[in-house]
Nanobody
Framework: QVQLVESGGGLVQPGESLRLSCAAS?????MAWFRQAPGKEREFAAA????????YYASSVTGRFTISRDNAKNTAYLQMNSLKPEDTATYYC????????????????WGQGTQVTVSS
């Protein structure tokens, strides 16, 4: 029912910033960002709910990443500051019509991913 399109990935040096966008085709209860590095499992990064805009972050990104959403545009954003080489991964936008979660399997809709590479 919901299609997601990510954008904003790219190549940056350590310490620099990127802003990812995720445009959804319809309203969602929660939107989230996950990331997956080569050879590793997909891991939770951040999530935000529709009405209260409650936010949740993985400990690995707390203090550096900020998730937000524009409900009128059905769009979520991930502002990534102080990027580190270990942040290098494919970043996936996810959406749920039921609840927020830190588990990938709890999300119903996924974007195709956008690559973020942090390297000197």
């Amino acid at each position: 029912q919901v299609q997601l399109v990510e954008s904003g990935g790219g190549l940056v040096q350590p310490g620099e910033s990127l802003r990812l966008s995720c445009a959804a085709s319809g309203r969602t209860y929660a939107m989230a960002w996950f990331r997956q590095a080569p050879g590793k499992e997909r891991e939770f990064a951040a999530a935000i709910t529709w009405s209260t805009r409650s936010t949740y972050y993985a400990s690995s990104v707390t203090g550096r990443f900020t998730i937000s959403r524009d409900n009128a545009k059905n769009t979520a954003y991930l502002q990534m500051n102080s990027l580190k080489p270990e942040d290098t991964a494919t970043y996936y936008c996810a959406a749920s019509g039921v609840r927020s979660s830190r588990l990938p399997n709890d999300y119903d809709y996924w974007g195709q991913g956008t690559q973020v590479t942090v390297s000197s």
